[in-house]
């Protein structure tokens, strides 16, 4: 079902000479996350880092999740450049971990030029354990600018234990009505890990009486036959088709496109969805 | 730089709960002078940070240290933190931080 998949624990292995550990050892229980869905960029604070339980050098998980990539924003407090590569300990309070920054290429190099001892950065790397001890496998550095990001963080790594941990139903009819980050499909859709992406413009529409006719027209444009479509689908046949009065299906039609979802094409009453075909 | 230990987040009134400890909170700078600052907590409660501010001082000034009181600080590190920092954001982190939270911070 998921052949061909793209394998992000070797691409983020590190200096590219290590064992697939994917391929290596693949227990049935965790077929299931290896999908696409599951292949997180997960933010965390040191001391959930460092707590993780782990049944291996780079096989990691919290929450029921597996752990491919992490984000983390905290301060630089030792740093020691190498010829090849950059050492250093970020701490954010919670605890420290170790880093390394591999430089090669002339970008990486001017990346970790702008990183200096004392500063905040958000680092995006892969989780690594050696001998019990954890460290971190960067390959993006960003100074913090906005100190508001530190804040972000933090309640960003709340909000995704939370989601992550809170019980979420699969079947289809829970799956319209929950607000899901990602973008709704016709197709039932699992419970998903959370993903860091396009953040929840669903939210606040629990209450709102047009969200089920928005998401009913959305799931409708979603269909693969009419994203296929290079037209788009005129109102009047979503009306038809849905059973839904049409001045309902502009408006909804509307917000959606407002949102961003879904753009007429050839003229204002033909609309297409803005999700990939 | 000492790392062998966590630093908590805290507000004004939770420095109480970590006297002798260190901690992380910032602070809207208020008056400096050498070698010592004052400032008000995102709680609206008055901190004294001993150590000297940086050079050019922001609005918004973190601070992390050992608690020495209630209100004051024994600075080890300063970070300007600008002039468009939240402070009702950060005083609500504090909050999660060392309520149902705490077990993700220290």
């Given at each position: 079902?998921?052949?061909?998949?793209?394998?992000?624990n070797?691409?983020?292995?590190?200096?590219?000479?290590?064992?697939?550990q994917s391929?290596?050892q693949a227990p049935?229980s965790s077929s299931a996350f290896k999908?696409?869905?599951a292949?997180t960029?997960l933010p965390l604070t040191l001391k959930q880092l460092n707590s993780v339980s782990t049944n291996g050098e780079s096989n990691f998980s919290i929450d029921g999740v597996d752990i491919n990539t992490v984000?983390i924003?905290?301060?630089?407090?030792?740093?020691?450049?190498?010829?090849?590569?950059?050492?250093?300990?970020?701490?954010?309070?919670t605890g420290?971990v170790?880093?390394?920054?591999?430089?090669?290429?002339?970008?990486?190099?001017?990346?970790?030029?702008?990183?200096?001892?004392?500063?905040?950065?958000?680092?995006?790397?892969h989780l690594k354990s050696f001998q019990g001890k954890r460290s971190m496998?960067?390959?993006?550095?960003?100074?913090?600018?906005?100190?508001?990001?530190?804040?972000?963080?933090?309640?960003?790594c709340?909000?995704v234990h939370?989601?992550n941990t809170?019980?979420?139903?699969?079947?289809?009819?829970?799956?319209?009505?929950?607000?899901?980050?990602?973008?709704?499909?016709?197709?039932?859709?699992?419970?998903?890990p959370f993903?860091?992406?396009?953040?929840?413009?669903?939210?606040?529409?629990?209450?709102?009486?047009?969200?089920?006719?928005?998401?009913?027209?959305?799931?409708?444009?979603?269909?693969?036959?009419?994203?296929?479509?290079?037209?788009?689908?005129?109102?009047?046949?979503?009306?038809?088709?849905?059973?839904?009065?049409?001045?309902?299906?502009?408006?909804?039609?509307?917000?959606?496109?407002?949102?961003?979802?879904?753009?007429?094409?050839?003229?204002?009453?033909?609309?297409?969805?803005?999700?990939?075909? | 730089?000492?790392?062998?230990?966590?630093?908590?987040?805290?507000?004004?009134?939770?420095?109480?709960?970590?006297?002798?400890?260190?901690?992380?909170?910032?602070?809207?700078?208020?008056?400096?002078?050498?070698?010592?600052?004052?400032?008000?907590?995102?709680?609206?409660?008055?901190?004294?940070?001993?150590?000297?501010?940086?050079?050019?001082?922001?609005?918004?000034?973190?601070?992390?240290?050992?608690?020495?009181?209630?209100?004051?600080?024994?600075?080890?590190?300063?970070?300007?933190?600008?002039?468009?920092?939240?402070?009702?954001?950060?005083?609500?982190?504090?909050?999660?931080?060392?309520?149902?939270f705490?077990h993700f911070?220290?």
């Open positions: 079902m998921y052949a061909g998949e793209f394998d992000g070797a691409a983020f292995a590190g200096g590219g000479f290590m064992p697939s391929t290596a049935e999908n696409r869905d292949r960029l984000a924003v905290g301060r630089v407090s030792r740093m020691e450049n190498r010829i090849t590569q950059v050492d250093f300990v970020i701490d954010d309070g420290c170790e880093c390394i920054r591999w430089c090669h290429e002339r970008q990486e190099t001017e990346e970790m030029e702008a990183v200096r001892l004392g500063m905040y950065v958000r680092l995006h790397g496998n960067v390959f993006s550095v960003r100074p913090v600018t906005d100190f508001n990001e530190i804040v972000h963080h933090f309640t960003e709340i909000y939370m989601y809170k019980p979420r139903g699969g079947s289809v009819t829970q799956a319209t009505e929950t607000p899901m980050p990602q973008m709704p499909s016709t197709t039932p859709t699992p419970a998903r993903q860091t992406g396009p953040s929840n413009q669903f939210s606040n529409q629990f209450n709102d009486p047009m969200h089920g006719v928005r998401q009913t027209v959305l799931n409708y444009l979603n269909r693969p036959i009419h994203l296929r479509s290079e037209a788009g689908v005129h109102c009047d046949v979503i009306a038809r088709e849905l059973r839904i009065p049409l001045q309902q299906v502009k408006e909804a039609l509307e917000q959606l496109s407002n949102d961003g979802c879904v753009y007429s094409t050839s003229d204002e009453t033909c609309f297409k969805s803005t999700a990939n075909a | 730089m000492d790392t062998s230990s966590p630093s908590a987040f805290v507000n004004g009134s939770l420095m109480r709960r970590y006297i002798g400890q260190k901690v992380r909170t910032v602070v809207q700078v208020i008056g400096s002078d050498v070698g010592s600052v004052v400032g008000k907590s995102t709680d609206d409660l008055q901190i004294f940070v001993k150590g000297s501010p940086p050079t050019t001082p922001t609005t918004y000034l973190e601070v992390i240290g050992i608690a020495e009181s209630e209100n004051s600080i024994r600075a080890e590190v300063k970070t300007n933190f600008g002039n468009n920092f939240d402070p009702l954001n950060y005083n609500e982190l504090c909050k999660l931080a060392n309520g149902e705490k911070f220290i």
